[in-house]
């Protein structure tokens, strides 16, 4: 046993058990492309919830348990980010590895800045070996908005080509070379999408291209616009794409009137109105109002056609996820994964078409 081997993980003679303890199957479901409890969830047509952990400027792994300790009980997949931001911070691969060993369901996101398709296709054979079934594959920030701009990028591949080569490694147990695997990766692929970036009438025909790439999962941009986002699921829905791919939705709380402005000029892709802003710097508690508009928007995201799921991301309040996303009552009183919890059943599966 090593530091930072999680209680969940000792077995009764006192060693580290593997990463497939747990609920997680010994064979992948029927119709399913993972062991992951998060397709699951999804197949059996539950709304799922999401969360993104920030990864630690360190290599302690109680400080990656730690982190993942608030999700307890609330999320059905946590997101290990990959130099979010062209930042670096402990990698994807290894949070994943840390959570797999304590029972939970990571979802490993890929940036396509930092490695080339050699480096990424072997990446995706060691995730999937130590238990990740969930890989979001994204094109990834430039170098320029990071803390290191000098560093050279690679961007050998984009989002829709790393979709495309885990697919093919997938189904047709090949390397990109077209050399065999002797056994290929089991992993339930996803992408992002912004529904809140102009032209606005071309991002239907953007998430078509990656569900025809391979997604099966989608996480999208902060939702702050309901209209708007609304428009976009309706042409969603008329091109038949929430059939075919399991769309969950970007929130967050917002804690300042200050931190709105911030991140409006300054992270790319997202959208705030301004009435948000306002009524956050109306607000006698800014931080409160900000954890009960992203109430809000949670129920208005779940009433609304086509979505599968809520994705939360909220750097540095990650202590608040549990009350928000029980204030919101999205999870319709069902309890995901929480460690110690005795294992509850799980609905038989829906079929979707994807």
């Given at each position: 046993m090593y530091a930072g081997t999680p209680p969940a993980m000792l077995s009764a003679n006192g060693g580290a058990s593997g990463p497939f303890d747990h609920d997680t199957p010994p064979e992948k479901p029927a119709g399913h492309y993972s062991r992951s409890r998060f397709e699951r969830v999804l197949r059996a047509g539950h709304f799922a919830v999401t969360a993104e952990l920030a990864p630690p400027d360190s290599v302690d792994p109680d400080e990656v348990y730690r982190?993942?300790?608030?999700?307890?009980?609330?999320?059905?997949?946590?997101?290990?980010?990959?130099?979010?931001g062209a930042n670096v911070h402990m990698s994807a691969v290894s949070i994943c590895a840390l959570l797999t060993r304590a029972g939970y369901s990571?979802?490993?996101?890929?940036?396509?800045?930092?490695?080339?398709?050699?480096?990424?296709?072997?990446?995706?054979l060691g995730a999937a070996a130590m238990g990740v079934g969930c890989i979001l594959c994204?094109?990834?920030?430039?170098?320029?908005?990071?803390?290191?701009?000098?560093?050279?990028?690679?961007?050998?591949?984009g989002s829709v080509s790393l979709l495309r080569m885990i697919r093919y490694m997938r189904d047709e147990?090949?390397?990109?070379?077209?050399?065999?695997?002797?056994?290929?990766?089991?992993?339930?692929?996803?992408?992002?999408?912004?529904?809140?970036s102009p032209p606005y009438e071309f991002r239907p025909l953007r998430l078509k291209k990656k569900v025809e790439a391979g997604a099966q999962f989608i996480q999208t941009q902060y939702c702050f616009?309901?209209?708007?986002?609304?428009?976009?699921?309706?042409?969603?829905?008329?091109?038949?794409?929430?059939?075919?791919?399991?769309?969950?939705?970007?929130?967050g709380a917002l804690p300042s009137a200050r931190t709105a402005r911030w991140v409006r000029s300054h992270v790319p892709g997202v959208?705030?109105?301004?009435?948000?802003?306002?009524?956050?710097?109306?607000?006698?508690?800014?931080?409160?109002?900000?954890?009960?508009?992203?109430?809000?928007?949670?129920?208005q995201i779940k009433e609304t056609r086509g979505v599968s799921g809520i994705h939360v991301m909220s750097p540095r309040q990650e202590q608040?996820?549990?009350?928000?996303?029980?204030?919101?009552?999205v999870l319709g009183g069902r309890r995901p994964f929480c460690r110690g919890d005795p294992q509850l059943p799980m609905a038989q599966p829906a079929h979707h078409g994807v």
């Open positions: 982190r993942a300790a608030v999700f307890d009980g609330w999320v059905d997949a946590i997101n290990a980010t990959d130099g979010s990571p979802v490993m996101q890929m940036s396509c800045r930092d490695r080339n398709r050699i480096a990424m296709q072997g990446d995706v994204l094109t990834g920030d430039g170098v320029q908005v990071g803390d290191q701009p000098g560093a050279k990028p690679v961007f050998d591949l147990k090949r390397f990109l070379s077209g050399r065999p695997l002797t056994k290929g990766p089991e992993v339930f692929l996803g992408a992002a999408e912004n529904p809140f616009d309901i209209p708007l986002f609304r428009r976009f699921m309706d042409r969603v829905c008329d091109m038949g794409l929430h059939e075919k791919v399991f769309i969950l939705v970007g929130v959208h705030i109105p301004e009435e948000c802003v306002r009524r956050l710097e109306q607000a006698q508690n800014p931080a409160a109002e900000g954890r009960k508009l992203c109430v809000e928007l949670m129920q608040y996820l549990g009350e928000i996303v029980k204030e919101s009552g």
